[in-house]
């Protein structure tokens, strides 16, 4: 698996104004391959409203060329009333162009707005409809949608997610699931990470988070807590998954000596992550 990093890992250099240009070349000096850009880590390649602005992100990208890029923000996708022009969707969509490799412009999206009651309420019908319009204008692109499960429960989520990917049909590919097992354990979703790890067909997930938690928080580093990562990694190295792993560990002073610890504590568990 490629080896990687969500930029939120960085809030607290970012906050102390090292700028995201010198942070990405030291992922690069420490073999990280690839950088997920996340709305509100985006130093000066973001406005005051966390809007990504392409024109940096452009210039940043022409100065790694060797890293694989894609952009992430939060919007509220499993409503049936987001647009593919909503200002901000239209913002991220030019931002994953502008930083775009061989395999096309790539946009994830988390959904932190609408609650899981709401959820409940909407037609699953409508917001897979929709989701199918928000794909579609990463594939006009040339590029795919990632979507990933977070505040709602997943069983409805993983619904909506199919529904719209059958709608595709030959198209399909074109929209992908951000797989983060540490999202299972929100409060009200009983579910087993194991379970629905097992579960997934490699060919549609685009990338995995690892991160741990430990009394309701998320860890500044892997290390053993409420997730099983041995057997979550024996799931993965069992079912062939080979798409990016990208570290989004709590922020912190010392990040760098956390994401070194971070990678060899997986890789120690068997996790195969490229570290050239």
Request: negative net charge; contains cysteine.
């Amino acid at each position: 698996m490629i080896c990687g990093l969500v930029s939120n890992c960085w809030a607290t250099q970012l906050t102390r104004n090292e700028s995201l240009e010198s942070l990405i070349a030291r992922a690069v000096e420490s073999g990280f391959e690839a950088v997920e850009l996340r709305q509100g880590s985006l130093g000066a390649c973001e406005d005051a409203q966390q809007i990504p602005d392409s024109a940096p992100l452009a210039r940043l990208a022409a100065r790694f060329p060797e890293v694989r890029f894609n952009v992430a923000i939060s919007i509220g996708f499993l409503s049936a009333d987001l647009c593919p022009d909503d200002p901000l969707f239209l913002a991220a969509c030019q931002a994953a162009g502008a930083v775009t490799g061989t395999a096309g412009p790539h946009l994830r999206l988390v959904d932190l707005h609408t609650t899981a009651a709401d959820f409940a309420a909407a037609s699953t019908s409508q917001v897979a409809a929709n989701l199918v319009r928000l794909a579609g204008a990463l594939s006009d692109r040339g590029g795919r949608l990632s979507v990933e499960h977070s505040l709602q429960p997943w069983v409805p989520f993983l619904d909506v997610f199919t529904a719209a990917r059958a709608q595709l049909g030959t198209a399909a590919d074109c929209l992908q699931l951000c797989f983060d097992p540490c999202n299972l354990l929100f409060p009200g979703d009983l579910i087993d990470p194991l379970e629905v790890t097992g579960s997934l067909d490699p060919q549609t997930v685009s990338m995995i988070h690892f991160k741990q938690r430990q009394g309701g928080q998320v860890l500044d580093r892997m290390a053993s807590g409420e997730l099983d990562w041995q057997a979550l990694g024996e799931s993965i190295v069992q079912q062939g998954f080979d798409c990016p792993g990208l570290f989004e560990i709590a922020p912190g002073a010392q990040v760098w000596a956390a994401l070194e610890s971070s990678r060899a504590y997986l890789q120690g568990l068997g996790i195969p992550l490229d570290s050239r």
